[in-house]
């Protein structure tokens, strides 16, 4: 059962029953969601790429039968393709002159860098969301109607009068229409925390299995490429835009910053790292994180300006003894 091509079935009809079990809308189903995307990560972090694309077209075509050519397509483009990109990438390598950590033949490979990675995987994100936008409409007056009428038959309706406590619909409006326009950050953020939570678990799982083809990065000096910060300052720019665009920069906008977020949450535990109380210090951050919104975006920018302000290699340049492994 080591065959590429049989473990990219397995993983595809595994990963298109999970696809299509989301269908029926119960809550197990739901939860079920967060997963589609592990089997085809772990078949390709572990098997290679071959692996990854057989379980992208099986994917596809078993939710194509089930479900419909649309929900192919759908999964196609959403899970199939992004999950076989990134395996590729991730498992890129070409001859290095590193010593180290690691031995053998992973020692004389330079491996393609998780922070490429990741931003890649915000591109997809944006990219995603941006295909959602024309399924509820081309422009922002349809656009906004299909949305109003999804509301009000799925969450208002399951309030008194249409609306929660103490608000009239008139001060309901200005919400309604944030959420609108929030939609596809917010489609883009999940679908990335979704990719990213599965990679990560997938390579664990293949780590401890002896099956992870590449060795473990460290993303103690985890960078982006230039470009990225530039297409954040675009999306953030483009947000601003009336009409359809506005929208549609909402979700890369939405992607450029969790992945900021994360490399500032990286910034940040080198620099707690020789702090007695890094524990507390990490906690509290994520807590933080996770109660006020505004922490996150303190985070992020200490992202975006770790590479100008080097606060890092300031770090790690005070310190004589190597940093701590357990965190």
Known sequence: MNSPFLIGIGAGLV???LFASTMTGSALA????YITALPGFLAGLGWGTTAAITAAVTGTALTAVLLAPLAGLGYFLTLGLPIAILCHLALLARPGNKTGGDSGQAAAMEWYPPGRIIAWTALMAG???ALSVPLFGMDVETYRANLQQILDKTFLNQL??????????????????LLIRALPAASAIVWLAIMLLNMWTAAKIAAAS???????PDLTMMSYPGPL?????AALLGTFTPGILGIVATGFAGAFLVAYVLLGLVVLHVMARQSPFRHIIIGTLYLGIFLFGWVALVVAMIGIGDPIFKLRERTLGKNTNPPPDND
Do not use: D, Y
């Open 210 to 216: 002896g099956r992870l083809i590449r060795p473990w």
């Open 30 to 33: 739901m939860m079920l969601f």
């Open 229 to 233: 910060a530039l297409g954040f300052v």
């Open 127 to 129: 990219g995603v969301a």
């Open 15 to 17: 990963s298109a029953v």
């Open 160 to 177: 008194p009068g249409g609306t929660p406590p103490g608000m009239s619909k008139e001060q309901m409006g200005p919400v309604i229409e």
